[in-house]
């Protein structure tokens, strides 16, 4: 069975820093989708960040890129020159390229931003 | 276009009672998910609606959970008798297709907290 685990229960980083935020996912299938979500606090989750397994290249939105290590599996978010509205906690998850829509999320991880 | 709604926001409820659970997905999203996020854990897969038909619920936990999607529209999730162990955050989300285009393709709700005591 497929796991997402994110070993940081919480982060920290100064206003305008860059931070990263790890995940390591276990899977069998060659073919597969990675997300990073953002959910502000009493707010609904959104999409950061999106990586499809047969791509090489590392996905880039904005100040948000991720380090896709498919050999290694994991799949870690850095957020460059961090903003207050960044704080949050942030879920990984995993979804299978076969015919489903169901996620597999990591625990998660809080992130705080300092002035 | 509106968003992905869910109501109530929040439910207390006693041990042994019933709640149900509401969600309005984007409308034309064939595709509707649950999700529950008990506290401190990992958010978790509970079912997946293509209209009407539920194409897995695989994660569902128990026959106390019974979630209808009549019409393909909105979703209901209902839970009959509550326990203590079902409190948590209850997540939906939809999609128009499977979400292999564009960015992600499931837009999630806001969630309804549920507390059972």
């Known amino acids: 069975a497929q796991t997402v685990t994110q070993s940081q229960p919480e982060m920290s980083v100064q206003e305008a820093e860059t931070v990263t935020l790890s995940c390591t996912y276990d899977?069998?299938?060659?073919?597969?989708?990675l997300f990073w979500y953002k959910q502000p606090p009493s707010r609904q989750m959104i999409l950061v960040i999106r990586?499809?397994?047969?791509?090489?290249q590392n996905a880039t939105e904005n100040r948000f890129s991720v380090n896709f290590q498919k050999a290694a599996k994991s799949f870690s978010l850095k957020i460059s020159d961090s903003q207050l509205g960044d704080a949050a906690m942030y879920f990984c998850?995993?979804?299978?390229?076969?015919?489903?829509?169901?996620?597999?999320f990591g625990q998660g991880t809080t992130l705080q931003v300092k002035p | 276009e509106a968003g992905v709604t869910q109501f109530p926001s929040h439910s207390v409820i006693e041990k042994g009672q019933t709640v149900t659970l509401r969600c309005d997905p984007i409308?034309?999203?064939?595709?509707l998910y649950w999700y529950r996020r008990v506290m401190g854990k990992e958010i978790k897969f509970l079912l997946h609606?293509?209209?009407?038909?539920?194409?897995?619920e695989s994660g569902m936990p128990n026959n106390r959970f019974l979630a209808e999607r009549t019409g393909g529209t909105y979703s209901t999730l209902k839970v009959q008798p509550a326990e203590l162990e079902d409190s948590g955050v209850y997540f939906c989300?939809?999609?128009?297709?499977?979400?292999?285009?564009?960015?992600?393709?499931?837009?999630f709700g806001s969630g309804t907290r549920l507390t059972v005591v």
């Open positions: 998850a995993y979804r299978q390229s076969s015919n489903t829509g169901k996620l597999i």
């Open positions: 899977t069998s299938e060659s073919d597969y989708y």
């Open positions: 989300a939809s999609s128009q297709d499977l979400g292999n285009r564009g960015r992600g393709g499931y837009t």
């Open positions: 990586q499809e397994a047969y791509k090489q």
């Open positions: 409308s034309g999203h064939d595709n």
């Open positions: 609606f293509v209209k009407e038909s539920k194409q897995d």
